[in-house]
């Protein structure tokens, strides 16, 4: 199979969309992975059925090996260097490294990701330094498959058909794939997560890519068609990498067929005589697609590690710093470690034993860490520091309540909710809201937190510790959603002028019931806080509201108000406000003031979540606790102040 450059600049561009996904550029960059199925699903095709021509047969043993060789070392290091970092790091990242570096060397990541639930398109605080393996487990799994397929069409078909074969079964698992895909995607209560990490459901362009390797990507010699072919191929990916977001249902299924049938295109261009393949063979682009893997594996961890709150930088100069570390890291791991790895064979058996020892130690190693780092949090004590209690208790709740149901066309009751501003006022509010207190049940007293990305970013593993330390036995439970917004309606548009859908949770309406009913919590605290700084909802209809307007604050104070009656019949509820943003890009959009007002008006225990964490919209002192001005810093240490700073202000306002 003769070496074409020109597939080698396709990886490189592929591989820089991805970045720039990454980095927060284009919010269609992460179909630079579906090039890369296509391309290795191309390639390996390719080279087994070379192998058949010149063979009659198939060395399965050598064909893994061979991969081995090339994936094994690189992945490795990063995973050796993962574990270092997050032993250093603590807090979460050493809680969860077993897991992390588990699913990533056993080539599980992607359902790793569908077992937790994982969202690959939402902004975590804390994100996995191997979250990206996902896509390499999709692809070692059909290196693990595909082979022992051709292997069975072989003997099926005979050397003389396999070709026309092994393109027929690669066409009916790409169909098939697209098929499960469209029919999954078509079900609103099915996640996008189980769609986009699945390997049945992404399979669509590893199978298109062998089709092109089964029958041959034919190279056109100065042909006109190939150029405009390349060209518009080339053009929609790009369209596309700039355009689409990863929540569009329509992707999932004819939308990443049609990625896939762009990049086929592409490739062919890329391997003919033109336009595209003058400029994809190009020296620097076929240097970066030679190491294309290498920038893969490295690119993710740089950008969560050196992100700004640790550089202290932004803009042009973080990203250059991310694209000159993950190029010396790349260029590192090349030189030293990919290209003088061993090949296991059969006469050398210590090879294959040594790959296995390092993966089984790095394994074992990053469990036994993650295992050590959860005791010692688990018998920790737990304590405030005085100077951030007086930080985050400085504000305090009130309390009213009315009767009555909300109905659409009725004004809700009106209530004068002013919180004090003082310790003294504090003190104050919460004895009056102490003095009718709630009997203790003869269990655990249970509280439950609901809410958006604010209320999730509240993670902490010892939530429950933290709230039996300061109120005895209590269990607390957290049940926030990213991206759940309290208007149900159309999507959320957000602070980069890209959509988000809800989650399914979020969409019913009676939302979080399940939940509340399978817990049958004594207190329910929610606790929504980044609505206001959004751009709006758009509606089915086109149309867009937003916090301030009429349209989208009288649906907010309804939907809130028919939740904490909901609520209320099993529980004591208690409902935040709206916390100011501290981010400049927020000052352009005052929603958050509106939904505080929208706020003032609403029944029931109410916990003045704003003025507690800016008293008197002064956000200077809390800037440490958030990272992105809106969510919590997802540190333990961080987590144990603001879960007990707000429990001691949230129980007493429910009457405990």
Aim: with cysteine; net charge negative; hydrophobic share 45%.
């Amino acid at each position: 199979m003769k070496y074409e450059p020109g597939i080698d600049g396709l990886r490189a561009v592929s591989v820089g969309a991805v970045f720039l996904f990454h980095a927060g550029v284009v919010s269609g960059g992460f179909i630079g992975v579906d090039v890369f199925f296509v391309i290795s699903g191309y390639l390996i095709t390719a080279l087994a059925l070379a192998e058949i021509d010149r063979t009659d047969r198939l060395a399965l043993g050598s064909f893994w090996a061979r991969r081995a060789r090339r994936l094994l070392p690189a992945m490795l290091l990063v995973c050796a260097a993962v574990l270092g970092y997050s032993v250093i790091e603590g807090g979460e990242a050493m809680q969860r490294v077993g897991r992390d570096v588990g699913y990533a060397l056993l080539y599980v990541a992607n359902w790793g990701q569908v077992g937790q639930g994982r969202d690959y398109f939402a902004l975590y605080e804390s994100p996995s330094l191997l979250e990206h393996a996902w896509s390499l487990a999709v692809e070692e799994q059909f290196y693990l498959v595909w082979p022992i397929v051709l292997v069975v069409v072989l003997r099926v078909a005979g050397t003389q058909r396999v070709r026309s074969a092994v393109a027929g079964v690669a066409v009916a698992v790409a169909a098939g794939s697209v098929v499960l895909a469209t029919v999954l995607a078509s079900d609103e209560g099915q996640g996008l997560s189980r769609l986009y990490f699945g390997t049945d459901t992404r399979a669509a362009g590893l199978a298109v890519g062998a089709t092109a390797g089964a029958m041959g990507l034919r190279r056109a010699h100065r042909s006109r068609t190939a150029d405009i072919a390349g060209l518009v191929s080339v053009l929609g990916l790009v369209a596309f990498a700039v355009t689409l977001r990863g929540d569009e249902r329509w992707l999932y299924g004819p939308g990443f067929l049609m990625i896939a049938l762009l990049s086929v295109t592409a490739m062919w261009a890329a391997t003919s005589d033109g336009i595209v393949q003058q400029v994809l063979s190009n020296r620097m682009l076929v240097g970066i697609g030679r190491v294309s893997y290498g920038v893969y594996l490295w690119h993710w961890p740089v950008i969560v590690v050196l992100d700004a709150e640790r550089t202290g930088l932004s803009g042009i100069a973080l990203g250059a710093l991310w694209v000159a570390v993950t190029a010396l890291l790349t260029a590192a791991s090349w030189f030293a470690v990919e290209r003088n790895a061993p090949m296991p064979k059969l006469t050398a058996p210590h090879r294959g034993v040594g790959y296995a020892i390092g993966v089984g130690a790095l394994v074992v190693g990053a469990t036994v860490v993650s295992a050590a780092e959860n005791q010692r949090v688990d018998d920790a004590p737990f304590a405030i520091p005085p100077a951030v209690t007086t930080l985050l208790t400085s504000s305090p709740v009130s309390t009213a309540s009315g009767p009555g149901e909300p109905t659409p066309d009725a004004e809700l009751p009106t209530t004068s909710l002013v919180a004090p501003s003082t310790a003294e006022a504090t003190a104050s509010t919460v004895a009056e809201a102490t003095a009718s207190t709630v009997a203790l049940p003869n269990r655990p007293l249970r509280v439950q937190i609901i809410g958006d990305s604010v209320a999730e970013s509240l993670t902490s593993q010892q939530i429950t510790e933290i709230a039996t330390g300061r109120f005895g036995e209590v269990t607390v439970r957290n049940d926030g959603q990213i991206a759940c917004s309290m208007v149900r309606a159309g999507k959320w548009w957000l602070l980069d002028d890209s959509q988000l859908g809800d989650p399914q949770d979020c969409r019913g309406a009676d939302r979080f019931g399940d939940a509340v009913d399978a817990f049958e919590p004594d207190v329910v605290y929610l606790l929504f806080g980044w609505p206001g700084v959004g751009g709006g909802r758009e509606l089915d209809d086109g149309s867009v509201i937003r916090p301030c307007e009429a349209g989208f604050d009288d649906r907010w104070r309804f939907e809130y108000q028919a939740m904490i009656r909901r609520f209320e019949e099993s529980a004591t509820v208690v409902f935040s406000s709206v916390a100011p943003p501290a981010i400049p890009i927020a000052d352009r959009r005052p929603g958050t003031g509106c939904l505080n007002t929208a706020s003032d008006e609403l029944d029931g225990n109410r916990f003045d979540y704003s003025n507690w964490l800016c008293p008197d919209g002064d956000c200077e002192a809390s800037a440490g606790l958030r990272s992105d001005g809106i969510h919590f810093r997802n540190s333990a240490e961080l987590q144990e102040q603001v879960l007990q700073a707000l429990l001691d202000q949230v129980l007493p306002a429910a009457g405990y």
